[in-house]
Nanobody, 119 residues
């Protein structure tokens, strides 16, 4: 089992920045990949990007490329989502998730943190 807690959400004006954090606990040695998803009201949950825990290789959705950056601190079992040049359409609940080693799915999820971008 892996437990995830997100933090860092809030209200920001368009063009501003926020950094989200997600700290894992429990069987963190089973983490293969950590990801950030987001879900806006009335919309499906979308993958924002992910990072392979051991080597730090990242992937980003097209809609956040060059604006968002995912990083991790293995010593703190924490993954970060640096969000720059925020737009109102980035407003959503942001979730982190873990893909364990050997499982082709995101099996563990945090409760999410709200990000609201005002125009």
């Amino acid at each position: 089992q892996v437990q995830l807690v997100e933090s860092g959400g809030g209200l920001v004006q368009a063009g501003g920045s926020l950094r989200l954090s997600c700290t894992a606990s429990g069987r963190t040695d089973f983490i293969f990949r950590m990801a950030w998803f987001r879900q806006a009201p009335g919309k499906e949950r979308d993958l924002v990007g992910n990072i392979i825990w051991t080597i730090g290789r990242t992937y980003y959705a097209n809609f956040v490329k060059d604006r968002f950056t995912i990083s991790r601190d293995n010593a703190k079992d924490t993954v970060y989502l640096q969000m720059n040049t925020l737009k109102p359409e980035d407003t959503a609940v942001y979730y982190c998730a873990v893909e364990p080693i050997g499982r082709d799915e995101y099996a563990y999820w945090g409760r999410g943190t709200q990000v609201t971008v005002s125009s």
